[in-house]
């Protein structure tokens, strides 16, 4: 009935009112009733009486018990009836009651899917976000790898140029340390061949004496005294070229520095020459005057700086010396990039 109540309203209410209004029919007319059968017994009894006095009361009588039942069961048929309306009443707010009740369910049901939609809706376009982040994190972190590798071979090349060039250092000063052992071992090798010399001649003589002795021991020192002979005129033939070899770079050494020496020699002179032909006599300057002088210059030749040392002259004399520096910047060039100095000091001589 509930179910009937839930999906048709509308008829369960309408038949719920038709039989309100058949009840209240039938009660009126069960009102009306004992009125119309009163009325009827007193119109009968009134006609009776005219004929007959004794049989109208016998009628009367009767027609009161009647109604009297008749009324009862009317008051009993009332309270069935009430008592049928008040269920139905009670069964007509219950179902209004389920049926509000399933409404307002329906409506909190309604607005539970909204509100899980709404959550769908807003989950999906935060995993979209987390999905875009994520994206973006991925394409910065692989940018930052990117990088980092880059950074990471540029590292290596560097490292591993670095190690090439001090392996060709390594290989150099090696190199450098083979030549100068070599140099050395020559050298002792050359003291120790002319004491074992010494030696040798010594144990020859002791061996030419003991010759005389025995004719096997004579040939063995013989023997002896061929393979050390040969082993010293190695040893000698060794010193020997060693002697030439260093001897050779002795006269290389001493012809660089005569050479290096001539150019410097020449460069003063030109850069002295240069300063004397700038040079401008002061008034009151004598001969025989002379100042040490000391110069900065840069590698093109530019005066940078000038002091005076020891000067037998005045003041304006060494000013001139100054002056005539200055004016005969750049300097002229050495001949040689090897004799080369920032800071020269000569003797200038008018």
């Not at 000063?173 to 040798?200: G, H, L, Y």
């Not at 004579?218 to 050390?228: H, I, S």
């Amino acid at each position: 009935m509930f179910r009937m109540l839930a999906r048709m309203p509308a008829a369960v209410i309408t038949a719920v009112l038709l039989h309100l209004a058949l009840v209240l029919a039938i009660l009126f007319s069960d009102l009306w009733q004992p009125r119309s059968t009163q009325l009827s017994g007193q119109t009968a009894s009134q006609e009776a009486s005219q004929s007959v006095e004794q049989p109208n009361i016998a009628a009367e009588s009767v027609s009161s018990e009647a109604i009297e039942k008749q009324a009862e069961r009317l008051r009993e048929q009332r309270e069935a009836r009430k008592q049928n309306l008040a269920e139905q009443e009670r069964a007509a707010e219950k179902a209004a009651a389920t049926r509000r009740a399933e409404e307002a369910r329906a409506r909190q049901l309604e607005e539970q899917r909204r509100q899980r939609e709404e959550a769908a809706a807003d989950e999906a376009k935060r995993l979209a976000e987390i999905k875009e982040q994520q994206r973006q994190v991925e394409a910065e972190r692989q940018a930052a790898l990117q990088e980092v590798e880059a950074a990471r071979k540029e590292a290596e090349a560097a490292r591993k140029k670095s190690e090439a060039e001090q392996q060709r250092a390594e290989e150099a000063a090696k190199r450098r340390e083979a030549e100068e052992k070599a140099r050395q071992k020559a050298k002792e090798e050359a003291e120790a061949a002319r004491q074992k010399a010494e030696e040798k001649a010594r144990k020859e003589a002791e061996e030419q004496a003991r010759k005389e002795a025995a004719e096997k021991a004579r040939l063995e020192a013989e023997e002896k005294a061929r393979r050390e002979a040969a082993e010293k005129a190695a040893r000698e033939q060794a010193e020997r070229e060693a002697r030439e070899r260093a001897m050779q770079e002795q006269l290389a050494a001493e012809q660089r520095a005569r050479v290096e020496q001539d150019a410097l020699s020449r460069w003063a002179a030109a850069i002295q020459s240069k300063v004397r032909q700038n040079w401008q006599r002061p008034p009151g300057a004598k001969a025989g005057w002379t100042c040490t002088v000391t110069v900065q210059q840069d590698r093109d030749g530019r005066v940078r700086q000038v002091s005076v040392g020891r000067c037998d002259g005045d003041r304006l004399f060494e000013r001139s010396i100054v002056q005539a520096i200055e004016a005969a910047s750049p300097l002229p060039k050495p001949e040689l990039d090897s004799i080369f100095q920032d800071k020269i000091e000569f003797t200038f001589e008018p």
